[in-house]
Structures are given as C-alpha cells and as structure tokens.
C-alpha cells in the first residue's frame, strides 16, 4: 500500500493529507468546545470548585491512559476505523459494530450540541435572537469545511485551534491579575470556595459523591475528542511519529487548560450562580469565560472572548462532523455500515457520511420545540454517555490487543509506542467508564418528582447500546475472537475473515 493513501476494495480512497501541525490541533479542536467552555459551569454548580477539580483531575489521568492505550494501537494499525475496527479483530465484530454506530451518533449529536451552544452565544449580542437560524448558517459552513479535502479540514481546525489556544491562555493571565486583585477590582480570596449553598452545603466540595459523578459525566464531554487521533491516523503522512508526537504533547495542553480553567472559575464566579450551566436547565446565559472577562474592566473583552468562544464551538463541530463520517466511511468498508457511505470523491472525502452525519447534526434545530438549554441538556446527556462507551470500548480494545501480542509470540520492544502502566491503565479506565455510565444521571431518581423525559434521555442509549451488540451477534453468529487469530495486519479488515 502507498503511503500516501489509504485503498478500499472499489479503488476508492481517503488521502494521507494530514500533517504532523494537523493531527495535533485536530485533537485539540475536538476536546475544547463547549466542554470547556459550558460544561465546567455545570461541573462547579454541581459539585463546587473543588468538586470539578477532583472529577476533571481523576477523568485526566484516565482518559491519558486510554490516549496511551488508543497511541499504542494506532501506531501499529494506523487504520481510518480505528477503535471499531480494533473491536472487531481484538475482542468481537458485534462489539466493534456497536461502537462504531454508537461513535458515529455521539459525533453527530455533539455538533449538534455545538450548534444550539454556538445560538446560545449570539444572544449574548442579539438577545431576541432565532437560534435556529443562526444553527444553520453554522451546520452550512461545517459543511462545506468538510466536503472539500481532508486537507482543508485540517487547514482550518489548525487555525481554529490555535485561536482558541491564544484565548484560553489570556483568560487564564487575566484571571489570575483578578484573583490578586490588580484587574476587576477587589480580590475575592477564598470566599467563592467556602460559599454556602443554602441547603446546608459549604464548598468548596458540595453534594456528596453523585456530584462528583455528574462532574465526572461533564469531565468526559469536556475531553471528548482527544481520541480522534485514533481515526487521523487514517489520513495521516507519517502516523507512527505523528500519532505518538501528538497524545504526549496535546493531552496535557488540554489538562493544563482545564484545570487552570476550572480554577480561576472557582476563584472569581461563586458556585451558585444562576448563570452556570445547570442540570435540566431550561436556559443558559452565558459562558463563565464571558461572565468573568465582563467583570475583568475591560470593556470590550467580553464580546472579544465570546467571539472566540464562538470560534471554539465551531472549531468543535468541525472535528465532529470529521470523526463522525470517517467512522462511518470505515464500517461501510467492513459490511457495518451501507456500502454507499464508503464511497469518496477524487478528492479522498467520503461524501455520503459527511452528509449523513450532517443530517443528524440538524436535530440542533429541534431546540425551537423545547427550549436553547433543554435541547442542550439533551445533547449533552447523550453525548457524553456515548463518549463513555467509546472510551470504554477502547480499553477493552487494548486490553485484548496487547494479550493476542504476547499470546502470537510478538515481541513488545518491536511496537513503536508502548502505554504506560499496563494493566492497571486500561482496567482502571474499564472500572471507571462503566461506573460513571451507570452513575453519572443517578441525579434522575432523586429528583423531587420523577420525570419519563428525564430517564429517557439519559438512560435509554444504555439499552440501545446492547441491543446494537447483540443484534449483529445473533445474526451474524459472531464469537469472541481467539487471541492467537487476531489480526495485526494493516490490509482493512473484512466481516467474517
């Protein structure tokens, strides 16, 4: 195979037209968005600033581990299908079908989420504003950043990603001349952090445990992304020093942000502010990069970061509507998927999935029947459970992937990367995913009045995710695979073999 494209059985073929400025920003882009920018104030509102920082900070060494785990696979099979593809050979075709449509819609829903966010930030400047219209003159520029090249996706995500780089960093300058008090007036101290909640809660830890799992939910949407390196690789010039390159350098950037993020947050916005993003919100207002920036004395700061905020969420949808096709393109391939959606143009972009994952993006549209914040809620709740099982399904993934290494006789020093910490990383991450699937929307059963709506919503896709299994398992006869026939060739990978 040429190493500059990646073949298909009609002749077809994705490019290798991502370089290594590329792959890095691509991960970038696609974990800060509104997880950063949003979700952290439903993190601080429900567990207190010490809360998220405890949830984002144990989610961050996990999700390193699965970023390891993801680098180790992807440098041996650079493939565009990556961890469903990885399912398939390791673990079960029935496994890497159900993540492969399971990642497929958490991509397609998250830009949808991106879209009714990027409304929700117009109406910081035209408050009686039509998100709807607003959302589709987004989706409509997402789109045709996609369907041009795999090159242009990347052009533009790398400015996208460097924009919002340069923002994060002056917010967190800005905010820490605020916590000392030499901008915004008067330094707060401690005070945000030992507020009282008015329910008997002092922070800075406030509800108990079910917070820190809501905060852990919020701290899986936030660093949702950073696995799209695994389906770059596909597209990549040079995966086996891009790849690792990129986990090394980009994972912790995008701790550093978060955590410092989280922190200044905790400083100069108290947790029971109406303005953070709250569970089964009915509205949001604004970002708390806004809310602080308004606060900082500098007049026009707050429209300047809402601006990039803005470019943020987009830079977010961006990688969405690439993930999400690309992992379509590589079911097609594999008979998961229907063949048309494997098709490219001669410009390596496969079309029909960059349109199929647009169509579903279009459910941001919905946000006119029950509200900006509900349907964002909504989103959000589905995304970050599908995240979960994607991130579940590649420890699972590695775990195998490294015993069928050892079982075939293979020698680990020929891999070119290797995780850290195994088993313990991938197990770790198996034990935590699948508490926080479970756990996380517990907040469901503890409402004062139980609501269908709400137990739909952030329940439903758990059974929907095993009845994907067990369809394509009883149909197809699949079983798990024997470590000693699993298969480490690069040639994609054929249903049945």
Request: charged fraction near 15%.
């Amino acid at each position: 195979m040429s190493t500059n494209e990646v073949s298909n059985e009609s002749g077809s073929e994705l490019k290798r037209s991502l370089k290594p400025r590329h792959i890095g920003m691509i991960a970038l882009g696609g974990a800060i968005g509104t997880g950063l920018f949003f979700a952290s104030g439903n993190a601080i509102s429900s567990s207190g600033p010490g809360g998220a920082i405890v949830s984002f900070g144990i989610m961050g060494i996990v999700v390193y581990f699965l970023m390891t785990s993801l680098g180790e696979m992807a440098t041996k099979l650079p493939i565009t299908g990556s961890f469903e593809t990885y399912a398939s050979r390791f673990v079960d075709p029935a496994l890497g079908f159900a993540l492969g449509w399971n990642y497929w819609f958490n991509w397609a829903i998250t830009v949808a989420a991106e879209l009714v966010a990027a409304g929700l930030i117009i109406k910081f400047w035209f408050p009686t504003t039509r998100t709807t219209i607003w959302s589709l003159c987004f989706l409509v520029i997402l789109l045709l950043l996609n369907i041009l090249s795999a090159k242009t996706f990347g052009e533009s995500e790398f400015w996208f990603a460097s924009i919002k780089i340069c923002a994060i960093i002056i917010f967190l300058v800005i905010g820490v001349l605020m916590i000392f008090g030499i901008m915004g007036g008067k330094s707060p101290g401690l005070e945000n952090w030992v507020l009282n909640d008015g329910h008997g809660h002092r922070g800075p830890f406030v509800g108990g445990m079910s917070a820190i799992m809501i905060g852990f939910f919020a701290a899986g949407f936030s660093f949702a992304g950073t696995e799209v390196i695994g389906l770059a690789a596909g597209e990549a010039e040079n995966p086996e020093k891009e790849v690792p390159k990129a986990i090394n350098t980009v994972f912790w950037r995008i701790l550093i942000f978060y955590i410092g993020a989280i922190t200044v947050i905790g400083f100069l916005i108290p947790f029971t502010d109406p303005n953070l993003l709250k569970v089964g919100a009915e509205n949001i207002a604004f970002s708390p990069f806004t809310i602080i920036f308004q606060r900082s004395g500098i007049a026009i700061a707050a429209s300047l970061m809402n601006a990039v905020i803005l470019t943020s969420v987009l830079s977010c949808g961006n990688s969405g509507i690439y993930a999400g096709s690309r992992m379509l393109y590589a079911m097609a391939k594999e008979g998961k998927a229907p063949a048309f959606l494997g098709k490219v143009n001669k410009r390596g972009v496969p079309l029909n999935a960059v349109y199929l994952t647009t169509l579903v993006a279009s459910s941001a549209f919905f946000s006119t029947l029950v509200g900006d914040g509900k349907i964002y809620m909504i989103l959000y709740n589905a995304s970050g459970l599908t995240t979960f099982f994607a991130w579940l399904g590649i420890a699972v993934c590695h775990y195998r992937f490294r015993k069928a290494y050892i079982a075939q006789g293979r020698k680990l020093e020929d891999l070119k990367y290797k995780a850290l910490w195994f088993p313990l990383g991938p197990i770790l991450a198996m034990i935590l995913c699948t508490a926080v699937i479970f756990g996380a929307n517990i907040w469901v059963f503890q409402a004062a009045t139980f609501s269908w709506f709400d137990f739909i919503t952030n329940y439903a896709l758990i059974p929907i995710f095993i009845l994907l299994f067990y369809v394509y398992k009883i149909k197809y006869n699949t079983k798990i695979v024997p470590l000693k026939e699993c298969n480490f060739e690069i040639e994609e990978y054929k249903k049945g073999e």
